[in-house]
């Protein structure tokens, strides 16, 4: 199956300090990625649909500039967490549907996840 | 508003039972319905897609039924392993294309040896 790739996995940061997640596909292309956010024992929580070459597309309750994501190829997607305080420790998970014969199949492939401590 | 329930309560099993956990929705008409598979600490991993004219999909140890009437998806996996152990969420997507998709809380199973 198609790979996504999430880096870093771990990331541990001071208050106040920006951290930037990457997601890649790997072997294929995806116009559409997904960010989500995860807390302990509860589901994924859709933030965000990144979408290549446009603007991101918000959950509603979502700050968009606290999440920023750049969508700026067609394999690769990032988010940063601005000034990131302790509330938003959590596990971020970003998703890439893939794109075959220019239509999206019905599959969204998963990155490892990115565990976000903010001290 | 639309609404995914999967089991609350986790699901404990005997190894080589067979496994049944349910997603339920309302006030959807999914034209597919996707399980996943998610250990702890690690992205949601796709199992199996069924479509809304699919009674039932099988793969390998792992089937899984769809009812559009009832509005449930039964997920099943016959002669549990312990390796089985995980959280299972359920995804009903309205249509093709590029679809957000909206999980279900997901159901833990826990495969006793």
């Known amino acids: 199956g198609a790979v996504v790739s999430q880096h870093p996995s771990w990331v541990i940061c001071k208050s106040g300090t920006s951290v930037k997640i990457e997601c890649r596909s790997l072997?294929?292309?995806?116009?559409?990625m997904f960010w989500y956010r995860q807390f302990p024992k509860q589901s994924l929580m859709l933030m965000a649909t990144s979408n290549e070459g446009s603007k991101a597309t918000y959950e509603q309750g979502v700050e968009k500039d606290k999440f920023l994501i750049n969508h700026a190829s067609l394999t690769l997607s990032t988010l940063t967490v601005t000034s990131a305080h302790p509330e938003d420790s959590s596990f971020y998970i970003c998703s890439a549907q893939e794109v075959a014969g220019g239509r999206a199949k019905n599959i969204q492939y998963f990155g490892a996840g990115t565990r976000l401590s903010v001290l | 508003s639309q609404k995914i329930e999967q089991n609350s309560e986790a699901l404990n099993i005997q190894e080589g039972k067979t496994a049944t956990l349910t997603c339920n929705y309302t006030?959807?008409?999914?034209?597919?319905l996707q399980w996943y598979r998610q250990d702890p600490g690690r992205g949601p991993v796709f199992l199996l897609l069924?479509?809304?004219?699919?009674k039932e999909k099988r793969k390998e140890r792992l089937k899984v039924t769809f009812d559009t009437t009832l509005k449930q998806s039964l997920f099943h996996i016959t002669a549990s392993q312990p390796a089985d152990s995980a959280t299972y969420l359920c995804a009903p997507i309205l249509s093709g294309g590029y679809q957000k998709v909206t999980f279900g809380t997901g159901t833990k199973l826990q495969v006793i040896p």
């Open positions: 069924i479509r809304e004219n699919e």
């Open positions: 072997d294929f292309q995806a116009t559409t």
């Open positions: 006030n959807y008409s999914p034209a597919y």
